[in-house]
Every structure is written in structure tokens, then in C-alpha cells.
């Protein structure tokens, strides 16, 4: 009989921790196939650099070897000299196809050493800078990658030096789920526990973000800790779960401010428990039993914020000094990336109030896990009116991060990811949904052993199938949507803002394709991002890679590469051009929608009748309040505007806009800049030479309209047009 027991006990305890298991063993498993995000760089520049600083007390790394450079002492695969710089741009003369990647070539000179040293311990970024310059997001997600790198990477070695800084963000996910695992089991049972885990673990954009983001699924994995180890602290009448509260708080708020909005959860739900507690002690001597038992707990509650706030400040050093000054900065920081509401965003607003946040979720959400929340969220207001605190905890989780990037006059960009802390109060309420189903179903047939069975078999069935839209669009599951808005084909056809970003984790996928592909020495160079978006320790070492390459219409064969999604940039000239003109050698790309191209900028690969310019000349000028209107007198596919001008007795071009038209009346202006085209245009531009390049855009007319109002632009302007020849 014991034995049964024992056996029973031991499979509930696998079927509770299988999902999250699976969830840590698949995370790790895939951590190569991700890339990183395009933030991630500085926070691991910064992490190492506290890091360092922690355990060491250096503030710089002149304790440290060199990190390695290939120099004339290279491996096999050069045949000539080399030499790649730590900051990753190769200048390699010669070599052949066995070119290894960056990494592993530096793994190879570091193969004798005790202890390796990271890509981003940068010399020119110790923490003798940061305690000076640092603002902005805390640091302790990078110090957290730092401690998984310094022990799999440079340590032990079982781990390349990118994925070690992500392990850090895996492993907090695991945390997470592993806790909505156990707590629903507490609460409701093993079906719900296998339900909320598969949820969380299998949510597009908490998996796939729990790879390369530093900080949002980090921040929802402490955020919910801390909500959960107070809960049991406080109902449990257990200090050692509320003073592991304090250290997750600690943690949460060291890698963002959202930490700030936890009292709108907390106060409200402790204040529901308090008065229903005393409510149901019906006599005056009880009621004061209650409070005499609690006393402890109230008051070691009382100073979790403090002890959150020694954890917090421990573990960043900028706040060592001048303290209340910096903390004002950061608080200036949030306030400038969290109060008004982006232009994008004026189609979303109803009275003041941003709808965006919810239809986002409400399209990037897998539509079983939808419906399992609807139906816990409703099972969970019901039960709110009937007492349960718990319930009113979960929709509080849920409801005040949404709530407060909708309030009026707050911002969000970039989808939801900022609030990411949604996620497992979302997974909550899917088990308490799928209980509740299951109660519904046996309530309403006769044969409640089997619709039981039925109605367990289905949930599992519909969340097994978001698992298969997960594996089918590896590794881009943060740009999902579903089927609600037609995917994400849909959602770049109602122009939902960010459809498509990645947050430059695609930008690997693009890697690879070069490593196999590019011939030897290739150049490439990004077409709006900068260099920093890129891994470089996954590129193979031979490609010469600086954005200084672009050659325009010189074509001169480097590669281009970029994200091809809803943003910005997409409009500036060095884009337009590889759009307009090249046909792409690679695309990335999920059902159909490029995420990221990559161009060959030669003559093999322009589209037909873009190879070739020739020069027009204006039929007319007109001067219209200090700025040019020119009239080519004839509809071409413009390529360029090259003006030369005075240079005395006028004021040098410091900005203004170029804008297009083919009938002088209804005006495009072009998105760059007068003087801050992506990438400069060329060197001829100087004092008395003004250029300005076009996508072969169609127009009869040019209108420069510079910012001064002596501008030496309108001074003796000679004027020469180029256009696509013959006209196309």
C-alpha cells in the first residue's frame, strides 16, 4: 500500500514538472538558433562590465589576457596574413572555403587557457565608464547573462560565449514556469498545472523572446515570483517565501522599472484578503488571535520594498554615488519612454484611451489559449464575488500592466513586449479555464467519465496544435499572429504598427545563409541598421563586414542585408535603393512575408532597366521663399539631384527636406533628410556641392527646401538631374 502511494505521488510529481522540463531542456537545446536582440549588445558590454567590477573589484579588464586577435600567427584556413579586430571587423587578405565562423576561430587561440575571455569584455567599455555615464534600463539582466557566460563560456567551455549570455534568460523563464506549474497544482489540481505550464511555455512570444531579450521575459519571470512568493508568504504565514519576494523584487526591478506598478496589484488584493480574513472571525477575541498570529508576517511584509530596495541598489554600482541624483535620471528616462502616444498609434484611440495593447494580444495570442483564458477569466470574476482572493490576484496580474500602457497619455511600441509580465497570469487562467470546462461538461451530459476524458483530450489536442504553429515558423515565433487577423500576412495587410519585428533575432538567419553562400573575403554591410544589430562572433571569419561598404549604383558586389518589416527606415534611400533596384539573392520568411533580405549589389542581380543613368538638365527653376522648385520639363525615373552653389556670404545646408511631384500640386517628401541620407552619399558633397539620391522615383518635379533662410543652396545653383536611361 505504501509502495502505491509512493508510486502515485511520484507520477503527479512528473506530470506537474514535465512541461517545464521540457520547457528548460528545448529552450537550451534551441538556444543556437536564435540571435539577438538589437539591445542586447550594450547590456552585455555593461553586465560584464559590473560583473567584473563585483567580483573583482577592477574596473577595467587589465587583469585579463587580451582578448585574441588573429594576427600572422592564423590557423589553417588563412593562407595569407590576417587580422580581426576585437570589435569584429575582418580585414582578412586571402583565404579559403573552410573559413570557420568568428567564435570558433577565436575558440581555437583560446583552447590552451584555463579561462576564455568574452567577445563583450570590450577594453573601450570597462566600468569605469558606466559608473560615470550609465542610465537608462538597470543592468542586472546583463550581470545575470554575464554569471551564466563567466561560468559556461569562459569556464567550464561546455557553452559558446552567445548562448551562455542567454542561458541567464532561459533560465529565468524556467523559473517562472516551473512556479505556475506548481502553484496552480496547489490550487487546482494536475490538469490545470499541465495546462497553465503548456500555456506559458508554449506562448509565441514569451518562448521564442525568452532566448534573446534581456529583459522582458526576464522582468515577467522575477515580476511573477515576486507576486507568488508574497501570496504563499502571506496566506501561508511563511517569511521565508516573503523575504524570497524581496530578493525577486530586487531582481525584477534591477532589470526594469514595470516594478513600480506592483503596489496597484498587491495593495488592492491585500487589502481584499485582509477584510475578508477578519470578516469571517466572527468574535472580537478571534479577530484579535488573527491579528496577534500575523503579527510577524505584517511586519516582515512591511519591509520587503526596503530589502527589494538593497538588492536593487547592491547590484548597481552608478547608484553609489550621487544616489538620488541618478535615481532621478532613471526616473527621467521612464518618463520619456513611457508618457505620450506614438503617431502610429492615433488610429487606436478611443477617447483618449489606446486599444492597441489589447488587440495586439488579442492577435498574437494562439486562439485556444483565448478561449481558455476567456473562460478563466469569467470562472475567475465569479469567484471574486464569492470571496476568492486568489482569483482577484490573477486579474489584477493580468489587468494592471495592460491597463497602464492604455491609460491615456502612455505609450507602448513595438507590440506588447514591454509588458510581457501578462504572460503568466494569462497561463493562470487558462487552467482555471480548462478546469472549468471540464466542470461545465460533466455538469451538462450524462456520461461524465467519458465527456470528461473527451473535453481533457481536446484541450490537450488544440494546445498540442500551437505547439505545431510554434515548430512550423522556428525561430521567428515573435512575429506570430493568428488566425484571427490571417496571420501575419494578414496583419501586414491591415498594417497592424511592428507586424514583423523581430528585434533583429532574424538577422542570424541571414548569417547562415552568407556562411554557406558568400564567396571568399566577401563585403557586407547592413542598409539602415548598425553593426552592433549583428552577431558577428556567427559570421564566418573571411567576410569582411562594415557598413562602410555600400557602393550605390557603383555596384561594386558587396552584400546588403536588412529587416524587411512595418518601421521607419524602410523608407530611407539606402533600402529604397536595394529594394527598388536588386533583386534579393535571400529571403527570411514566414508564410510568404520577408522578414529579412539580403542583396548582391552588382550587375548580375539589378533588375532590367535599372542598370543604366543619364543626365537631365532642368527646364526650369523657380525661387519660392528661399527654397529651389525645379521643372524637368519631362516625366523620368529620377536618380539623383546634384546641385553646385555659392559658398560665401550664405549659410552652409544644415537641414531641411526634398520632396517629389508629377504635377507640381500633390507633394512626397522624401524621408530622409537633406543632409543625413543612410549612407552618406559621397564624398563630392562638401561646402559648395549639394546631392541628393533618389530610389528611382517617378516625378517631373523637385522641390529643396532647406532649413535656413540664407541658404547657400539657392546662391548661383547649377543643377544636374540623373535618371534611369532609357526611360523604363
Not at 33 to 46: K, T, V
Not at 546 to 552: I, L, T
Not at 588 to 611: C, R, S
Request: charged fraction near 20%; glycine fraction near 6%.
Amino acid at each position: 500500500m505504501k509502495l502505491s502511494k509512493f508510486i502515485i505521488k511520484v507520477s503527479k510529481i512528473w506530470m506537474i514538472l514535465l512541461v517545464p522540463i521540457i520547457f528548460l531542456v528545448v529552450g537550451i537545446a534551441t538556444l543556437g538558433d536564435y540571435g539577438f536582440n538589437w539591445d542586447e549588445p550594450i547590456h552585455f558590454m555593461r553586465g560584464q562590465a559590473y560583473f567584473h567590477f563585483l567580483t573583482t573589484g577592477n574596473e577595467d579588464y587589465s587583469d585579463l589576457e587580451a582578448y585574441p586577435r588573429l594576427s600572422t600567427d592564423c590557423p589553417k584556413w588563412i593562407k595569407r596574413n590576417c587580422y580581426l579586430s576585437p570589435s569584429g571587423i575582418a580585414d582578412i587578405l586571402e583565404s579559403d572555403d573552410s573559413a570557420p565562423v568568428y567564435q570558433e576561430a577565436i575558440d581555437e587561440l583560446q583552447k590552451d587557457k584555463k579561462t576564455r575571455r568574452s567577445f563583450f569584455q570590450f577594453d573601450t567599455y570597462p566600468y569605469s565608464d558606466f559608473k560615470k555615464l550609465d542610465e537608462g534600463h538597470p543592468p542586472v539582466g546583463g550581470i545575470l547573462a554575464a554569471l551564466t557566460n563567466d561560468v559556461f563560456y569562459q569556464r567550464l567551455g561546455i557553452m559558446g560565449d552567445l548562448e551562455s549570455h542567454h542561458l541567464a534568460e532561459v533560465l529565468s523563464a524556467f523559473l517562472i514556469v516551473l512556479a505556475v506549474a506548481l502553484l496552480v497544482y496547489k490550487k487546482f489540481g494536475i490538469f490545470a498545472s499541465v495546462v497553465a505550464s503548456f500555456v506559458i511555455s508554449s506562448y509565441p512570444l514569451f518562448f521564442s523572446e525568452s532566448h534573446f531579450n534581456i529583459k522582458d521575459p526576464m522582468l515577467a519571470s522575477f515580476y511573477g515570483l515576486t507576486i507568488i512568493f508574497l501570496y504563499l508568504g502571506i496566506t501561508k504565514r511563511k517569511v521565508l517565501y516573503i523575504l524570497s519576494s524581496s530578493l525577486f523584487l530586487g531582481l525584477a526591478t534591477g532589470v526594469k522599472f514595470n516594478t513600480l506598478f506592483l503596489p496597484l496589484i498587491i495593495g488592492p488584493w491585500f487589502l481584499f484578503y485582509f477584510v475578508k480574513e477578519l470578516i469571517s472571525r466572527k468574535t472580537k477575541n478571534s479577530k484579535f488571535i488573527y491579528l496577534r498570529k500575523n503579527t510577524l508576517i505584517w511586519m516582515v511584509t512591511l519591509f520587503v520594498p526596503l530589502l527589494a530596495f538593497g538588492v536593487f541598489f547592491s547590484l548597481w554600482p552608478f547608484l553609489w554615488e550621487n544616489t538620488w541624483s541618478n535615481i532621478d535620471k532613471i526616473f527621467g528616462f521612464y518618463k520619456q519612454i513611457g508618457v505620450g502616444t506614438p503617431g502610429e498609434m492615433a488610429s487606436y484611440l478611443k477617447n483618449g484611451w489606446n486599444t492597441y495593447p489589447v488587440v495586439w494580444i488579442i492577435y498574437t495570442t494562439p486562439i485556444p489559449v483565448l478561449v481558455l483564458t476567456f473562460f478563466g477569466f469569467i470562472k475567475s470574476t465569479i469567484k471574486v464575488f464569492r470571496g476568492d482572493d486568489f482569483s482577484f490576484l490573477v486579474l489584477l496580474w493580468i489587468i494592471i500592466p495592460i491597463l497602464r500602457v492604455s491609460w491615456p497619455n502612455t505609450t507602448i511600441y513595438g507590440g506588447v513586449r514591454q509588458i510581457m509580465e501578462y504572460v503568466p497570469p494569462m497561463a493562470i487562467l487558462s487552467g482555471i479555464g480548462a478546469l472549468w470546462l471540464i466542470q461545465l461538461t460533466r455538469k451538462f451530459f450524462r456520461k461524465k467519465v467519458f465527456a470528461e476524458i473527451l473535453i481533457k483530450t481536446l484541450i490537450l489536442l488544440s494546445l498540442f496544435f500551437v505547439v505545431f504553429e510554434m515548430v512550423r515558423i522556428h525561430p521567428n515565433q515573435n512575429v506570430y499572429f493568428n488566425q484571427l487577423i490571417g496571420g501575419i500576412r494578414g496583419a501586414r495587410e491591415r498594417n497592424i504598427p511592428y507586424w514583423g519585428n523581430t528585434y533583429g533575432n532574424v538577422y542570424l538567419q541571414g548569417v547562415e545563409w552568407l556562411n554557406e553562400n558568400a564567396e571568399p573575403n566577401a563585403k557586407l554591410g547592413l542598409a539602415i541598421a548598425t553593426m552592433g544589430n549583428v552577431p558577428r562572433q556567427k559570421l564566418r571569419a573571411d567576410i569582411k563586414f562594415f557598413n562602410g561598404h555600400w557602393s550605390g549604383t557603383n555596384r561594386e558586389g558587396e552584400y546588403e542585408m536588412e529587416m524587411d518589416f512595418e518601421w521607419f527606415p524602410r523608407k530611407w534611400y539606402s533600402f529604397q535603393y536595394m529594394e527598388t533596384y536588386l533583386e534579393p539573392v535571400y529571403v527570411a520568411q514566414v508564410d510568404g512575408v520577408p522578414l529579412l533580405k539580403i542583396w548582391k549589389n552588382d550587375l548580375e542581380h539589378t533588375k532590367k532597366g535599372y542598370e543604366k543613368e543619364k543626365v537631365f538638365y532642368a527646364k526650369n527653376v523657380n525661387y519660392l521663399e528661399n527654397s529651389l522648385q525645379i521643372d524637368i520639363g519631362e516625366e523620368i525615373f529620377v536618380t539623383s539631384l546634384k546641385v553646385e552653389h555659392s559658398a560665401f556670404g550664405c549659410d552652409p545646408i544644415s537641414g531641411g527636406h526634398v520632396a517629389t511631384s508629377l504635377d507640381g500640386v500633390v507633394w512626397d517628401y522624401e524621408a530622409d533628410p537633406m543632409v543625413a541620407q543612410v549612407p552618406p552619399v559621397s564624398p563630392i558633397f562638401d561646402e559648395d556641392t549639394f546631392i541628393f539620391l533618389f530610389p528611382a522615383r517617378k516625378a517631373r518635379y523637385i522641390t529643396v527646401e532647406p532649413r535656413s533662410e540664407n541658404s547657400c543652396l539657392v546662391k548661383s545653383p547649377q543643377i544636374e538631374i540623373k535618371g534611369l536611361d532609357p526611360l523604363k
